[in-house]
């Protein structure tokens, strides 16, 4: 008589980011070491809707994976709650695939979908945070946001060393959806003169006037950092936010980018400074994972299998502190994390 193994499946949804595939490994070699089957979920929730999944993964196949970029499983923002039949499918795949568990790697989307799934229908899942956008409640951080926050720092760097040869401001334009983490972390790391964000959006004017109180010190060139998620926001009272014409996703999201070019139009025609723009973009998902992300998505990787193995469902893996802990998912998608004042506080230490 066979006997089999508990099985576990992985997916991972939403946008991808580094260090995707370490937890994947980390998930996958302690569950394996413990004599559990592994299996691969492909595409995030669509996989369990439409039933794609990948032959179980061994330790040959996780071998390699720690520094890669991306996620072997492949992403989507699927919404099983927004198609028809949605949930029905994912819960009758589960039992097809004769899963016992899974851990669902993703963002407030993702886990949002896996919180509801345990609490309606006892699906037995435990999350692992990841965003690059840092925005998850319950955890300091997430795995992708140190790499993001790197990239963007080192394009920061650069455009320094160009905006100095051309006495220009120079506007770099990066991602943050809902919050301004990634602008405020990398513009301090980077040096930046000026940084808007959605959170506390200051004006155009004042930022022009900070622009302006710096030159007047001597400096002729200037950085501006504006996450994707600002909304300009003038004097007046006058708000715009500026978004691309794209269909709203399954999970209510319009497509963002382009606020950074309006802000330097504006920029150069308030000031008279010649204005340049570079939009960061998708180069920030890319990639290797940083050493720091490397470790954090490892850490989450084990403690999701402890969870498993010790079937604690409907909990998430979260980092507090220098410590790996566990959380109710509930807990970590009831709000979104936005940047503290005093966080902003600092960057604003070194406006203008
Ligand atoms: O949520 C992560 C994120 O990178 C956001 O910062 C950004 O707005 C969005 O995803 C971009 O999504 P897409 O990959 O669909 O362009």
Redesign the pocket.
């Known amino acids: 008589m066979r006997t089999m193994a508990s099985r576990v499946g992985i997916l991972t949804g939403?946008?991808d980011c580094p260090g995707l595939n370490a937890v994947i490994r980390a998930v996958a070699r302690r569950s394996l070491d413990r004599g559990w089957d592994v299996v691969g979920v492909r595409e995030g929730w669509r996989g369990l809707v439409e039933g794609k999944y990948d032959a179980p993964l061994g330790y040959r196949e996780i071998s390699g994976l720690l520094p890669r970029g991306g996620t072997i499983l492949g992403t989507s923002?699927t919404n099983p709650y927004k198609i028809e039949g949605g949930v029905e499918a994912v819960l009758e795949n589960f039992a097809a695939i004769e899963l016992q568990a899974l851990v669902a790697i993703g963002?407030e989307d993702t886990l949002g979908v896996a919180a509801r799934l345990h609490e309606e229908h006892a699906l037995p899942v435990v999350g692992v945070p990841k965003?690059?956008?840092n925005d998850l409640s319950a955890t300091d951080y997430t795995f992708g946001f140190d790499t993001a926050v790197w990239v963007c720092a080192e394009a920061i760097d650069r455009l320094h060393t160009t905006a100095e040869s051309h006495n220009r401001v120079m506007v770099v334009e990066v991602?943050?959806?809902h919050t301004g983490w990634i602008a405020v972390m990398s513009g301090i790391a980077g040096g930046a003169d000026v940084i808007l964000i959605p959170e506390q959006p200051i004006t155009v004017e004042q930022a022009c006037r900070d622009i302006e109180r710096r030159h007047a010190r001597g400096k002729d060139f200037s950085i501006v950092v504006v996450s994707?998620g600002y909304e300009l926001t003038y004097e007046t009272g006058k708000r715009r936010r500026v978004m691309q014409s794209a269909p709203i996703d399954e999970f209510g999201h319009v497509?963002?980018g382009g606020v950074g070019e309006v802000l330097a139009k504006d920029i150069e025609e308030r000031t008279g400074f010649e204005t340049r723009v570079t939009v960061l973009g998708?180069v920030q998902?890319g990639g290797s994972p940083t050493p720091r992300d490397r470790v954090l998505a490892t850490r989450y990787g084990l403690k999701a299998a402890d969870l498993v193995h010790e079937g604690r469902f409907g909990q998430m893996a979260a980092l507090h502190g220098d410590a790996i802990v566990d959380v109710p998912l509930k807990d970590a998608v009831a709000e979104l994390k936005t940047v503290p004042p005093d966080w902003y506080a600092v960057a604003q230490a070194f406006f203008g």
Do not use: K, P, V
Request: glycine residues 26%; charged residues 40%; hydrophobic residues 20%.
């Open positions: 939403g946008g923002r963002g965003t690059i956008d991602m943050g959806r994707e497509r963002l998708h998902r």
